[in-house]
């Protein structure tokens, strides 16, 4: 695939609007063809972060395409990538024009929203649920702070159970959606 698409660079760049990286595609990689597909609008990054440095800066540093506005990733990409331990998203550019964002990462929202809350242009987001660790407070504050029309929990527990925790936290907002997918497709959510 990769050298047909280097054989015909203009393809890539008008064509290509999709693409996915497994665990198994290398860094390397991964940032040489996001440098050719530059209409690219959806991208998920299912790679787990190198243990060398400097090649989370390599592909993040690729990501600065344009019309990029669905993400899925692997956010330790972008925590390996910056040298601060605290980082808020909206200093990262690539996320500025992100509308629909998919963290895999289980940990956010259990002491943090990695600044999420300042990414104003999400409308649709998807993020682990665990009913004994996830801080309702930050939840709270993401539906307060953001226009987002769909908040989607995946979450590996009981759905009713999850459905109790947030009413009994009187979060019974009508765009909180749960599903047990480990992964969402916008598409079929018909919103």
Known sequence: FLSSIHLQPQFAGEAIKTLCFT????????????CLCRSLKNLALWISP???DGQSDQLLDSMQVPLLTSLSLNISL????????????????????????EILNGWILWGSTVGLEHLHTLTHLSLCL??????LS??????????????????????????????????SDPRI???????????NLGV
Do not use: Y
């Open 177 to 187: 959606m749960l599903t047990h997918d480990s992964h969402v497709n916008w598409d």
């Open 130 to 135: 665990n009913t004994r660790r996830t801080k």
């Open 23 to 34: 665990g198994t595609v290398r860094l390397e990689t991964a940032a040489r063809l996001l």
């Open 78 to 101: 972008v925590f390996r990538h910056c040298a601060s331990p605290v980082i808020s998203l909206s200093e990262v550019p690539m996320f500025c024009t992100i509308t629909h964002l």
């Open 50 to 52: 190198p243990n060398a």
């Open 138 to 171: 930050l939840v709270t504050l993401l539906l307060s702070r953001l226009p987002l029309q769909v908040l989607v929990f995946r979450t590996t527990e009981d759905l009713d159970v999850v459905q109790a925790f947030l009413q009994d936290a009187g979060l």
